[in-house]
């Protein structure tokens, strides 16, 4: 019986020890997530993206292509308000596309290399790769990582959750939270495909312009009637509406809203005109910033952005880019009575 249950004994700590072999640590992942990076040629993934940044979540199909080393197509999309937008980077520069206003605009810009990117891939794992505090956990199909964000002014952004799939490294989810550890930005990933093929002019910005405007066909002219005025919904202390300004234009009216307290900003809005079929592309300074529901241009002191038929801009002096960033991304309601 003694000789018996040593055996039954020696036996289960062979079974331990082989389960303890099989576990990988936190530096064996991160060393794969390396080699993984090295060794695929590019990747095409679907996602939808959910930003609970105003008073009602707004979901957004993306879909992205990277060819290695540097050549990246997004496409953002709204169905449901028949939205579209794209943002192109090949040998030429980094371009973003608005088909159903025919507008291309030019950047001079090292994205995605300046900033955390949700849906990237390679951005994801350079997130992990560089936090040396990062957080490690794994469950029975993935591995979750906590880092922190490389965003250009992360106290808004400061942490995220990447979950990853055991069999492939591939990203299942990812979740950009406030201090809080409240989501809000969520990116739930459908489907990934490593070395992925793609054609020579897959990343050509004209061919890639014709393509989505044969799914969101060139506006005749934007709607005539009147827009309505829209308002920030994520306020910040000791700031705020002092003043609503309406002037006539050549399309309609610009509305100015001023707002003043503890820090100070101007939100300008106007009709957006749909631009010829012989129009050049537009050179920008400053760098692309994704908002969620479009793509903008952010300087040191504005970011602009068209959506909806209405052109966007904030200017400011005191906000940092990633509070103006928060504040364009809640610009989506009615005032708030």
């Given at each position: ?27 064996d992942v991160v060393k794969e997530l390396g080699n993984k990076l090295e060794d ?147 990116v739930d990933f459908s489907n990934v495909k490593f070395n992925a093929s793609f054609d020579k002019k897959d990343f050509d910005m004209q061919k890639n312009m014709t ?127």
């Amino acid at each position: 019986m003694k000789k018996k249950l040593l055996m039954l004994l020696a036996g289960l700590m062979v079974v331990f020890a082989l389960s303890a072999c099989g576990s990988k640590s936190q530096e064996d992942v991160v060393k794969e997530l390396g080699n993984k990076l090295e060794d695929i040629k590019g990747y095409k993934a679907e996602a939808k993206m959910t930003l609970q940044m105003g008073t009602d979540p707004q979901t957004y199909d993306i879909e992205v292509w990277h060819k290695d080393p540097d050549f990246y197509r997004v496409n953002l999309k709204n169905a449901q308000k028949d939205q579209s937008q794209m943002i192109l980077r090949n040998a030429d520069g980094v371009f973003v596309l608005t088909p159903a206003l025919n507008k291309s605009f030019r950047f001079q810009s090292d994205w995605p290399e300046n900033s955390s990117q949700a849906y990237l891939y390679e951005s994801l794992v350079k997130d992990i790769m560089e936090d040396k505090e990062a957080k490690f956990s794994a469950t029975k199909d993935h591995y979750v990582f906590e880092t922190k964000t490389r965003y250009q002014n992360n106290q808004m952004l400061p942490v995220q959750e990447i979950t990853l799939k055991k069999s492939d490294l591939s990203p299942v989810s990812v979740k950009v939270m406030d201090p809080d550890k409240n989501a809000l930005v969520t990116v739930d990933f459908s489907n990934v495909k490593f070395n992925a093929s793609f054609d020579k002019k897959d990343f050509d910005m004209q061919k890639n312009m014709t393509g989505a405007q044969l799914e969101v066909p060139v506006m005749a002219e934007v709607d005539e009637q009147e827009f309505s005025v829209k308002y920030p919904q994520s306020e910040m202390a000791g700031v705020n509406l002092v003043e609503e300004k309406e002037m006539k234009t050549e399309n309609g009216k610009r509305v100015v809203l001023t707002f003043d307290g503890e820090k100070s900003f101007t939100l300008v809005q106007e009709k957006a005109t749909v631009m010829p079929a012989s129009s050049s592309v537009t050179s920008v300074n400053g760098e692309p910033i994704d908002l969620g529901f479009t793509i903008g241009a952010l300087s040191s002191n504005t970011i602009s952005w068209t959506y909806q038929g209405v052109d966007y801009m904030i200017a400011s002096n005191d906000l940092s880019p990633e509070e103006m960033t928060m504040i364009a991304r809640s610009v989506q309601g009615d005032m708030v009575k």
